[in-house]
């Protein structure tokens, strides 16, 4: 079967060849007609799995439309290129393919096609390199935005906050969320804004600023229905505990299923928020001192335990 798809492949080659050879009656090549014949020896050679011979395949497919000024075919090419090298476990290389595909794209005015492109891309290099991942996002994100598509805008610049989060990349985080909650304030997806309230509360008391964090909590209470709401309620409890250096207060927030729950970056900031100066944080903690107390004395000679726990 392997054997067969093979021949059929290298016969399509033969006709793409074809297609290129002028003469005295044909003055100009078949880049189209090639283009064909490449995209079907592409395929023949992805089916017998000899998935370099397929990517190449693709490339000339790609470089055969260029020619032929068909930007959208040859973006596809690039893109299906860009796969036959994931199938072969070169990721980077194949990202970079699939981000000339959606360069491409958006030449060619197809700029929803170049999100998708770029968002898919994110998907793949995640597993491997958060770093770039983030990049495509956000790249993915822009090309939705210029297009007035905050919807999709939103959700791939929340992909890239949570990656932000988990590359501890606080202060870009910071700035990610404050970008998502507009947009979503923008197509008045109110419910959404008041979790990325939440999700901002929890990265600015990591980042150690208090007033950022009450601030967003505060510019809140604009957007309809957000005060008195359970989000709203358990930030305002939140913050009054943290400023008062209540460790079991804090906990019982961050332990609440309001936050546990959230996506898993965001639950995980909450369940290893600490009070400033204080011991712990966690329920079993806070009995050790009386509440308040946590963040003046230093450590009580008996509590060697959590001594030089993180603040």
Same mark, same amino acid.
């Given at each position: 079967m392997a054997a067969q798809k093979i021949n059929e492949a290298h016969d399509h080659i033969a006709k793409a060849e074809k297609c290129l050879k002028t003469s005295m009656t044909k003055w100009k090549p078949d880049y189209d007609g090639a283009a064909s014949e490449m995209a079907k020896a592409a395929v023949a050679f992805k089916n017998a799995k000899q998935f370099e011979q397929a990517k190449d395949a693709y490339l000339m497919e790609a470089e055969y439309h260029t020619e032929n000024k068909a930007l959208f075919h040859a973006a596809k090419a690039y =893109? &299906? %290129?860009?796969?036959?090298?994931? @199938?072969?476990?070169?990721?980077?290389? /194949? +990202? &970079? $393919? +699939? =981000?000339? %595909?959606?360069?491409?794209?958006?030449?060619? #005015? !197809?700029? #929803? !096609? /170049? #999100? +998708? /492109? $770029? @968002?898919?891309? #994110?998907? $793949?290099? =995640?597993? +491997? @390199?958060? =770093?770039? %991942?983030? @990049?495509?996002?956000q790249k993915a994100a822009s090309v939705f935005e210029n297009e007035d598509r905050l919807r999709e805008a939103a959700e791939l610049l929340g992909k890239a906050s949570r990656l932000l989060v988990r590359l501890r990349r606080l202060d870009e985080a910071a700035v990610s969320l404050q970008k998502e909650k507009n947009m979503y304030k923008e197509i008045e997806n109110y419910p959404t804004c008041f979790k990325k309230t939440i999700a901002q509360v929890l990265v600015h008391l990591h980042r150690g600023d208090f007033v950022a964090a009450d601030k967003c909590v505060r510019e809140s209470y604009s957007l309809p229905g957000f005060s008195g709401s359970e989000d709203c309620v358990s930030m305002e409890t939140l913050l009054a505990a943290f400023d008062e250096q209540d460790e079991d207060g804090v906990s019982r927030v961050c332990n609440s299923p309001l936050l546990k729950y959230m996506d898993n970056d965001y639950a995980k900031l909450a369940i290893s928020l600490k009070v400033p100066g204080g011991g712990g944080g966690k329920k079993k903690k806070p009995p050790v001192a009386p509440q308040g107390d946590s963040a003046g004395p230093p450590p009580a000679e008996e509590d060697d335990d959590y001594e030089g726990g993180l603040c």
């Open positions: =893109e &299906q %290129a860009g796969m036959m090298l994931k @199938d072969m476990k070169k990721m980077p290389e /194949a +990202i &970079q $393919l +699939i =981000e000339k %595909a959606s360069i491409m794209y958006v030449e060619n #005015g !197809t700029s #929803g !096609t /170049a #999100g +998708i /492109a $770029l @968002d898919r891309a #994110g998907k $793949l290099i =995640e597993p +491997i @390199d958060l =770093e770039k %991942a983030v @990049d495509l996002y």
